[in-house]
């Protein structure tokens, strides 16, 4: 069975520090993508990494796709409240959009 | 809005009891999905719909039944509900997901 590993599964930080959440597994992807999710609303996805050793940047947000593609992290630079919410990566081994996704990491960013 | 629709938004069952999400999507997406969300646990997937006329059982597919009804529509069926069904349900569609709103059910 695959599993996605996330951590931290909590966050609570200040505003304008930095952090990073980790994906990890055992298992090969051939892609991995990151969501976010606020309260009552569905997951909306932030970027699919396909490349081993991809980084992708989004505005404050950095992804980064492990060389073995078996891992991932995110980086977010100067957190702002509004970065706060569940924030889930999903794995896809076959390409056909079935995913594995990881427990979520839930990040509170304080003003 | 384009995307992903499903209904009902809550519902709540009794055990045994039937019913039926529903889920359309309107991005001519050949793929469809059906997860559910644990605290804890992330999304889990239930069935999938490769293309029309095609359905597959994912990593939880026990008490569920789907119907891909054409392009846009797929469905799922709880046949005699349980407790154990409580959750939140997301349909999805397309390779890079895009997700409904959730069905929020409790089975008491």
């Known amino acids: 069975t695959q599993l996605l590993e996330q951590s931290p599964q909590f966050l609570s930080i200040q505003e304008g520090e930095n952090l990073t959440v980790y994906c990890n597994s055992s298992?090969?992807?051939?892609?991995l993508q990151w969501y976010r999710q606020e309260p009552g609303e569905g997951p909306v996805l932030l970027v699919t990494?396909?490349?081993?050793?991809e980084v992708k940047k989004l505005k404050r947000l950095t992804f980064q796709f492990g060389d073995a593609r078996k891992d991932s992290s995110l980086h977010i630079t100067a957190a702002q409240p509004g970065d706060t919410g569940l924030y889930l990566c999903?794995?896809?081994?076959?390409?056909?959009?079935?995913?594995?996704f990881g427990q979520g990491t839930t990040l509170q960013v304080k003003p | 809005n384009a995307g992903v629709t499903q209904t009902p938004k809550f519902q709540v069952l009794k055990t045994g009891q039937s019913m039926t999400l529903q889920c359309a999507q309107d991005?001519?997406?050949?793929?469809m999905y059906w997860y559910r969300q644990d605290p804890g646990m992330g999304l889990r997937l239930i069935y999938y719909?490769?293309?029309?006329?095609?359905?597959d059982k994912g990593e939880v597919p026990n008490g569920y039944n789907v119907s891909r009804l054409n392009k846009r529509e797929f469905s799922l069926r709880l046949e005699s509900a349980a407790p154990s069904q409580t959750s939140v349900y997301f349909c999805?569609?397309?390779?890079?997901?895009?997700f409904g709103q959730g069905t929020r059910l409790t089975v008491v």
């Open positions: 719909s490769a293309s029309e006329g095609t359905t």
């Open positions: 999805a569609s397309g390779w890079e997901a895009f």
């Open positions: 298992s090969v992807f051939s892609s």
């Open positions: 990494v396909v490349t081993g050793g």
């Open positions: 991005m001519n997406h050949n793929s």
């Open positions: 999903a794995g896809d081994s076959g390409n056909t959009g079935k995913l594995i």
